[in-house]
């Protein structure tokens, strides 16, 4: 199904070489033949450095959603922007529903517009595109660049590479700065075959993810499609692989193109963007991964995580054992005090139900994907028993075709309910699962309480991750888990789907302000859009108090800040920051406080007895006091900001791991101004909250391009140890950052 080398090979005569025969067949050198892949060729287009080693590129357009957008724009007007220097789409498929408690959703919304005509702006009104849809439609294209301002962001399939960030890279760009990386490792993914009906293009997905996310196959790389198979995939199926990459941990990706794209361009028009890329004959990469799309099953993806999958015909002949696992996982994961009633209650007969399916976003919600599922429910009534399906078409252009076309009323008619184009159920604000129940869902994560449950409160239920014709496929059978390849009569996919786009419902409702921005315009606030607090330098010595350790193999964006209802709060950086890691370790907001109260004292008055208890003999005039998150490994997820800029609200000044688990959250970090320290393996990582780490000439050390500083551990316990931290790999931007305490900082000291 997938075969992985993880070495160098050369791409030639429709086969992969490994580097070592590369002389002998009288290939270039690596550093050479590298710049026969496409990723060299768009990287290189956008790099404006002198070299390729060290890269800083300017992107052709940025995108962000109402969970993001305002914080971004609050960055980059305190940074001094007075317009937008590129195109820049602000869409509202986050927060669209009914916020409780914080930010209500439309003062964000007209923020965004006053904003899009302040400064030259796209605006996409709520409920008539998710973000990735959009720009599909809209602006991706071969050869192109785009940052957003949501882990998805990928747009590979029309041969974009495109990147999801925090928000502080865009607001980089918006400062028309750099976006600065080491040139990336480039793996290929070489497709064959054809898929088989009933088998979709998350299955593909899923089966990709899990053979790379473990081992960290294509972390932080840039995954390049092609080969004979890629001509069988229509392009919503392309997109429907590449939008899970981010779940691979990869930096990016690109497609090659071919006929397909540049016939969908033109439907969409904008047929003269097309251009042809392939990789070159004898292209160097890094390591391939051949997948045979024919041997691909329908799969599914238990919790919590999109890597664990398995084909539906496995996780069917092994339920007992496997929902077992998932019961353990989840009193684990979730930090359980009671154990939730077992899954294997839903085997009933020796069939597994679930209760609930959904049909949604960037992922799940595209034409091809509804169109198939409602094929599959044409006649057939899902029931009025326990199991529900809801549906939410990616975008208004693809709701009017399905529309049109009936495939609304087949689903309708079905027993389907049909929501607007938002994305609420991929991070859990909308279609909550009920206590216990099982949802199947075709949308991008199942993280721990990605639905929107609340274990806390004595809520849990569970995401599976499944394409959209095995979902209809269950549907159809009452919500007794079906594979599409079980059903009578399989509808296969073509390679190209009768599509005709009709962009109407953009013209009638979307702002259309890029490259003409008006200073005139007053930004609106609503009385919950708040401003950044005011942040300070690094001090020359740092006393840390560990708030938070967690020793999960892997920790989400989401366990650091939840996503869903906490989400109202998103303008409001203050009281979002009350909700940092509410989910996995509810005392460290009152912890973190608490060091920050006394740190803020130090700053007033030195002499404090307070602050002199707290600093244990350290000088008040050099040395600041900060909080500290522990984690193996975090950082996996999305790449929404918050995870690291409520740490830093809260006075967070450092993260301690063995390593990151993306590149994205350590830039948040660092554009956060919290130093991302990691361990050598092997350093014992036994700390509890409470336990302090003091690190001497931190800012020193800094200044000097050190990557090693060496602290000391005072234990609860009164026991010391010295301790070796690292930070390697800092570019003199993300160095000065951390000396300046922010990303704002920074760019107010300059000018």
């Not at 899954?343 to 992922?363: M, N, T």
């Not at 079905?414 to 129940?437: E, Q, T, Y």
Request: hydrophobic share 35%; with cysteine.
């Amino acid at each position: 199904m997938l075969n992985s080398k993880r070495e160098g090979v050369y791409y030639k005569n429709g086969a992969f070489l490994p580097a070592r025969e590369g002389p002998a067949a009288g290939l270039p050198a690596p550093e050479e033949a590298k710049k026969g892949t496409m990723a060299y060729a768009i990287l290189s287009k956008h790099n404006t450095a002198r070299g390729m080693e060290e890269l800083a590129i300017r992107f052709d357009a940025m995108a962000s959603h109402d969970i993001t957008y305002v914080g971004i724009i609050q960055t980059a007007r305190a940074s001094g922007m007075t317009e937008f220097p590129v195109p820049y789409v602000l869409t509202n498929c986050h927060n669209s529903l009914c916020a409780v408690g914080g930010t209500i959703n439309e003062d964000d919304h007209v923020f965004g517009l006053s904003a899009a005509k302040k400064y030259g702006g796209e605006f996409v009104p709520a409920h008539q595109s998710v973000i990735h849809s959009y720009m599909r439609e809209r602006y991706a294209a071969p050869g192109k660049m785009i940052l957003g301002s949501d882990s998805h962001t990928r747009y590979g399939a029309y041969g974009t590479m495109a990147i999801g960030e925090g928000g502080p890279e865009l607001a980089r760009q918006l400062l028309k700065k750099t976006y600065n990386i080491a040139y990336p490792k480039v793996i290929a993914i070489y497709l064959t075959g054809a898929p088989r009906p009933g088998v979709g293009p998350q299955d593909v997905a899923l089966a990709l993810v899990k053979a790379t996310f473990q081992q960290g196959v294509v972390k932080n790389a840039v995954m390049e499609f092609f080969g004979p198979g890629v001509k069988s995939l229509s392009m919503d199926y392309r997109s429907g692989i590449d939008v899970m990459t981010t779940e691979t941990t990869c930096l990016s990706s690109v497609w090659e193109t071919d006929d397909t794209l540049r016939d969908h361009l033109t439907v969409l028009g904008r047929g003269d963007a097309y251009q042809r890329q392939a990789p070159a004959e004898g292209a160097y990469y890094d390591g391939v991964i051949e997948v045979a799309l024919d041997r691909i099953e329908p799969m599914i993806a238990l919790p919590f995580h999109p890597s664990n999958a398995y084909t539906i015909r496995e996780f069917k002949a092994n339920l007992d054992e496997l929902l077992h696992q998932v019961d353990e996982d989840a009193v684990r994961q979730l930090g359980l005090k009671h154990r939730p009633a077992s899954l294997r209650e839903k085997i009933v007969d020796g069939k597994f139900r679930v209760d609930q399916g959904v049909i949604a976003g960037c992922s799940g919600g595209t034409y091809q994907n509804i169109v198939r599922a409602a094929q599959i429910l044409d006649g057939h009534a899902i029931g009025s028993d326990e199991f529900w399906l809801s549906v939410y078409p990616t975008s208004q252009p693809v709701n009017l075709e399905l529309t049109r076309k009936g495939y609304i009323a087949s689903l309708m008619a079905a027993g389907a309910s049909i929501r607007s184009c938002f994305c609420g159920p991929c991070f859990g604000a909308g279609d909550v699962p009920a206590n216990g129940a099982f949802s199947i869902r075709h949308s991008t994560r199942n993280f721990p309480n990605r639905e929107g449950s609340k274990p806390s409160d004595g809520q849990v239920s569970y995401v599976a991750l499944m394409d959209a014709r095995s979902i209809a496929a269950t549907a159809r059978n009452g919500g007794v888990l079906t594979g599409a390849d079980e059903l009578p009569e399989i509808p296969a996919d073509p390679a190209v789907e009768p599509f005709a786009y009709d962009d109407t419902p953009y013209k009638a409702r979307v702002y259309f302000g890029v490259g003409k921005p008006d200073p005139a315009q007053e930004l609106v606030f609503g009385p919950n859009i708040a401003d950044w607090p005011e942040q300070v330098a690094l001090p020359e010595n740092l006393l840390l108090t560990v708030c938070s350790a967690i020793y999960d193999p892997v920790t989400t964006t989401d366990e650091l800040i939840p996503s869903g209802e906490t989400s109202s709060y998103r303008s409001n950086p203050i009281k979002l920051s009350e909700f940092a890691l509410s989910r996995k370790d509810p005392q460290y907001v009152p912890r973190a406080k608490q060091v920050l109260a006394v740190e803020r004292l130090r700053r007033a008055d030195p002499a404090a007895p307070e602050v002199r208890q707290a600093l244990m003999g350290h000088d008040p005039a050099a040395t600041g006091l900060g909080s500290l998150v522990m984690a193996l490994k975090p950082g996996d997820g999305s790449a929404r900001e918050q995870a690291a800029s409520c740490q830093k609200v809260l006075g967070g000044l450092a993260n301690i791991c063995y390593e990151f688990a993306t590149k994205r959250y350590r830039s948040n970090c660092i554009n956060w101004g919290m130093l991302p320290f990691t361990l050598d393996a092997g350093t014992p990582f036994d700390y509890a909250p409470g336990d302090l780490v003091f690190v001497p000439d931190v800012r020193k050390r800094l200044e000097k391009g050190c990557e090693d500083f060496p602290a000391e551990v005072l234990r609860q316990t009164g026991e010391k140890a010295e301790l070796l931290l690292h930070v390697k790999g800092l570019t003199p931007d993300e160095r000065d950052i951390l000396l300046d305490g922010c990303l704002m900082n920074y760019y107010a000291k300059r000018g």
